[in-house]
């Protein structure tokens, strides 16, 4: 089955410096690749996702970017904010049985500093 | 409009005893998810509910878990009896369209002593 793994676990930056997340996927049927904010107490929530027929997608100061060859795919936060603290998941998926089965990575702790 | 909720969001029990936990999806959404985070793991799959039906149930770790969604509205998912390894953080899920954004509740955190 699929396997995904992220890196950093942990990872602190200086506000306003960029963030990048990494993960790599292990099936190459996988086609979707969406990433999970969740804030302390909070519920996750969908910050952005790719698709396998894109390279790249950015929303303001998220992008992410995949590559398929090499099966990884990273999430890069540019003039980070305070707010931007949080755990961040990445996931991979193919449909099964018509369904979208998220495999997730093991979450970056994301600290910005004041 | 009304996010997935869960109840309850913290509960502690002995091992051996019983726990259930609820899920009330967003309204209208079909397809509903229950996702396990365990020591600071990753989240991993456990079920997925069409309507009443169980499209996937691949995920539960074994038959002390069950899952219901009598209905098709909320979901139950019971531990019995529970294991000190059940600890962890139940997330439920839910989505309009099968391949579309899973909307996620809180989540119940669960710590078996």
């Known amino acids: 089955g699929e396997n995904v793994e992220q890196h950093p676990s942990t990872l602190s930056v200086q506000e306003g410096d960029s963030a990048v997340i990494k993960c790599t996927y292990s099936d190459s049927a996988s086609n979707y690749f969406p990433w999970y904010k969740q804030e302390l107490g909070k519920r996750p929530q969908l910050i952005i996702d790719i698709r396998s027929n894109v390279g790249e997608k950015k929303d303001q100061r998220i992008a992410v970017t995949l590559n398929k060859t090499a099966k990884h795919f990273s999430l890069h936060i540019t003039e980070t904010q305070p707010e931007d603290s949080a755990v961040y998941f990445c996931?991979?998926?193919?449909?099964?049985?018509?369904?979208?089965?998220?495999?997730f990575g093991q979450g970056t702790r994301l600290t910005i500093n004041p | 409009e009304a996010g997935v909720t869960q109840f309850p969001s913290h509960s502690v029990i002995e091992k051996g005893q019983t726990v259930t936990l609820r899920c009330d999806p967003i309204s209208g959404h079909d397809n509903l998810y229950w996702y396990r985070r365990v020591m600071g793991k990753e989240i991993k799959f456990l079920l997925h509910f069409v309507k009443e039906s169980k499209q996937d149930e691949s995920g539960m770790p074994n038959n002390r878990f069950l899952a219901e969604r009598t209905g098709g509205t909320y979901s139950t998912l019971k531990v019995q009896p529970a294991e000190l390894e059940d600890s962890g953080v139940y997330f439920c899920?839910?989505?309009?369209?099968?391949?579309?954004?899973?909307?996620f509740g809180e989540g119940s955190r669960l710590t078996v002593l």
């Open positions: 996931a991979a998926s193919k449909q099964v049985q018509g369904a979208q089965k998220l495999v």
């Open positions: 899920a839910s989505s309009q369209q099968p391949t579309g954004e899973l909307f």
